[in-house]
């Protein structure tokens, strides 16, 4: 690559990078100041005063603990779903075109023009009976969420895996059958080790969207304050913005923070191992 371009490639990126000093990276290392200061106008160091209150605060455990089960579980049902469909979709390359608006549709609808629809189902004296009836209150208060999450988010995650799919070589499935190996096992001997880039790409893009689920359960539930086992660490962190208490914000933010990057780290590694088999 000849220098002239990249010099003009680094001038072009400029802008975006600056945007994101500014906005993103900046207020994170000041909210990193503020979780160690006694108050937002009082900047006398505290130690880690701050972070012992948050991380003995039952209700910021309650949020961490929801938000991690919701994206664990979210996140495996959408992408385990989101590969068998593109598994069985694979042989049809050539109506996939007519197809991809309709899997992109649900990711680019407004939230709000949908939430009245789910309202209306899951919010029916039916549903409410049925919850009663078998006991499971809190799968059934929870179980609309997973659902939006997983129609909103199933049609980006198939139209990815698919084209990471269609790209697997042909020849390499056909030597395999001949070396008799089983249809299961060269899904996981070839395909995934693979596609593992496309599909870590896939996990991390579920992940992040996971954590983002806090404007459909504001909409849902229509509370800041949602039922326990919808309450989530968006919750939290908004409802101490309103009591403009930024030491707890601040301190839930950096907690979460390396939660999220132990996770992508993990990722990372996994998808490394995977790749060592191709």
């Known amino acids: 690559m000849h220098k002239s371009f990249k010099i003009k490639l680094a001038l072009f990126c400029l802008p975006s990078l600056g945007g994101f000093i ?7 290392f000041k909210s990193i100041r503020y979780s160690f200061s006694k108050s937002s106008v009082d900047p006398e160091f505290v130690g880690l005063e701050n972070y012992k209150s948050v991380l003995s605060n039952e209700f910021f455990r309650l949020a961490l603990k929801n938000t991690v089960v919701f994206s664990a579980i979210s996140v495996a049902a959408a992408v385990t779903l989101a590969l068998v469909i593109s598994l069985a979709l694979v042989r049809l390359t ?11 549709l ?15 189902i899951f919010g029916s004296q039916t549903y409410s009976a049925l919850s009663e009836i078998s006991g499971l209150e809190d799968f059934f208060t929870i179980l ?57 790409f896939v996990i991390v893009l579920s992940f992040v969207n996971s954590l ?27 409802n101490h ?20 990057a132990v996770v992508i780290f993990a990722l990372y590694r996994l998808e490394n191992r995977l790749s060592d088999y191709t």
């Open 241 to 260: 913005f309103y009591k403009l208490n930024y030491q707890t914000l601040s301190c839930a933010v950096v907690v979460f923070t390396s939660v999220i």
């Open 144 to 200: 609309p969420l997973y659902l939006l999450f997983i129609w909103k988010n199933i049609g980006i995650d198939i139209i990815l895996l698919t084209a990471a799919l269609t790209a697997v070589p042909k020849e390499v499935y056909e030597a395999a059958s001949l070396d008799g190996k089983p249809g299961l096992k060269i899904h996981l001997k070839i395909t995934l080790p693979m596609i593992s880039p496309s599909l870590f």
């Open 94 to 104: 050539e109506k996939l075109r007519f197809l991809k608006s309709g899997f992109v």
């Open 22 to 28: 500014v906005f993103y990276i900046l207020p994170f």
């Open 212 to 238: 983002k689920i806090f404007k459909e359960s504001y909409l849902y539930y229509n509370s800041n304050y949602p039922p326990d086992v919808a309450y989530m660490v968006q919750n939290f962190m908004n």
């Open 106 to 120: 649900p990711y680019v609808l407004p939230s709000a023009s949908i939430i009245f629809i789910w309202q209306s």
